[in-house]
C-alpha cells in the first residue's frame, strides 16, 4: 500500500470512528452491500418517502444482467415526484440528510460502478419550489469524497479531490490529486476551496511527506509534485509551490510528456516535465492563458 493510500484510510477510519455526527446514526439510510436484495424498501423523514429496490448483477449470467438493477422512487406527502433506475454494484445507497440545513432533508443516492478504482456517483434530490430538482457530483474516483460540515454553520460540504490529476504524470498509486472542496446552495455544488486553508495546508503537509517518501523509495514523485503545486495554487503560494517542484522533480520520468491531438494520437512531446505541468494547469484552470496562478479556481 502506497504512503497516501495509507493516509487516505487513516482518514477513512478515522472519520468513522470519531466523527460523532456518524456515531449519532441520525440519518435514514439504506446501505447497499454486495449481497444485498431490496424490493421496495423504505425510508422516510418528514414529508420525504423513498422506495428502493435493487438486485445484485448476476456475473453468471452476464447476458441477463440488469444495467437498471437499482430502482428508487421518491414521495413528498404521499405524492410520487421521482421514478428513476440506474447500475450501482458491490456498494451504494440512500440517505436522507439536510445537506443545506433548511428543514428538508435531501435524498442521497449513491452509486458505484464497480472496476479497480472507479467510480462512485452521488444523485442529490432536494426540494426546492414544489418539486425535486436532481444534481450529480458525477463519477469520481473511488469513494468519490464525504459529507462533512467544516465550518460549522449546519450546511454540509462535499470533500473531494481534482480527479484530472489521477495518471496525469505518474501512476495512480503515485498521483496524490490537489483538494475541491463544494458547499452545497439551492441544489447545487458551488467551490469554496479556498475558503478552508486549514484543510488545504493539511493535505499539502501529507503530499510533502509523500514526496520525501517517494525520494527515500525511489518512488515516482512527479505525480505528487503536480497536486503539490495545484494545492499550493489554492493557498495562494504559487511561486514558491513552484521552485519546491523545480528542486525535487525527477528528471528521468517521461510520464505525461505526449502532447495529443483531438484524436488522441501523439503528435509531439513536451520537453521536461516543469513544461507539461505548467500546460496541464493551464488547461485545468488553475494558471490562466499567461501561466498566471487564477484567482478563478475555487
Ligand atoms: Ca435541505
Ligand atoms: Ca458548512
Known amino acids: ?64 444482467m440488469d444495467d437498471r438493477n437499482f430502482s428508487y422512487q421518491i414521495f413528498y406527502n404521499n405524492k410520487k415526484q421521482v421514478e428513476a433506475k440506474d447500475f450501482t454494484m458491490m456498494t451504494g445507497g440512500v440517505t436522507l440528510k439536510d445537506l443545506d440545513s433548511n428543514g428538508t432533508d435531501e435524498v442521497i443516492v449513491r452509486t458505484f460502478s464497480g472496476g479497480a478504482h ?15 430538482i436532481k444534481t450529480e457530483t458525477g463519477f469520481l474516483d473511488g469513494g468519490a469524497g464525504n459529507f462533512e460540515d467544516l465550518n460549522g454553520d449546519g450546511k454540509s460540504e462535499f470533500l473531494t479531490f481534482d480527479n484530472s490529476f489521477l495518471y496525469a504524470f505518474s501512476s495512480y498509486a503515485g498521483s496524490f490529486p490537489p483538494t475541491i472542496i463544494y458547499t452545497f446552495n439551492n441544489g447545487n455544488f458551488e467551490p469554496v476551496t479556498r475558503n478552508y486553508p486549514k484543510v488545504l495546508r493539511e493535505t499539502l ?27 499550493k495554487i489554492l493557498l495562494g503560494e504559487y511561486e514558491d509551490g513552484w521552485k519546491f517542484m523545480l528542486a525535487n522533480y525527477d528528471k ?23 513544461t507539461a505541468l505548467k500546460a496541464f494547469l493551464i488547461e485545468q484552470g488553475y494558471l490562466d492563458k499567461n501561466g498566471n496562478p487564477s484567482a478563478n479556481k475555487k
Open 252 to 274: 528521468s520520468s517521461d510520464w505525461g510528456l505526449d502532447i495529443y491531438d483531438s484524436n488522441g494520437n501523439v503528435i509531439d512531446q513536451y520537453t521536461d516535465f516543469p
Open 118 to 132: 472507479c467510480c462512485t456517483n452521488f444523485i442529490i434530490y432536494t426540494w426546492q419550489d414544489n418539486q425535486f
Open 205 to 231: 503537509q501529507q503530499m510533502y511527506q509523500s514526496i520525501r517518501q517517494g525520494q527515500k523509495e525511489n518512488y515516482e514523485v512527479n505525480g505528487v509534485l503536480a497536486g503539490y503545486v495545484a494545492q
Open 1 to 64: 500500500m502506497k504512503f497516501w493510500h495509507k493516509v487516505l484510510l487513516f482518514s477513512l477510519i478515522n472519520s468513522l470512528v470519531f466523527n460523532p455526527n456518524y456515531l449519532a446514526f441520525a440519518n435514514p439510510e439504506i446501505e447497499i452491500e454486495p449481497e444485498t436484495t431490496l424490493t421496495n424498501k423504505i425510508i422516510s423523514s418528514g414529508a420525504i418517502r423513498v422506495s428502493v429496490s435493487y438486485q445484485p448483477p448476476n456475473f453468471d449470467n452476464p447476458e441477463s
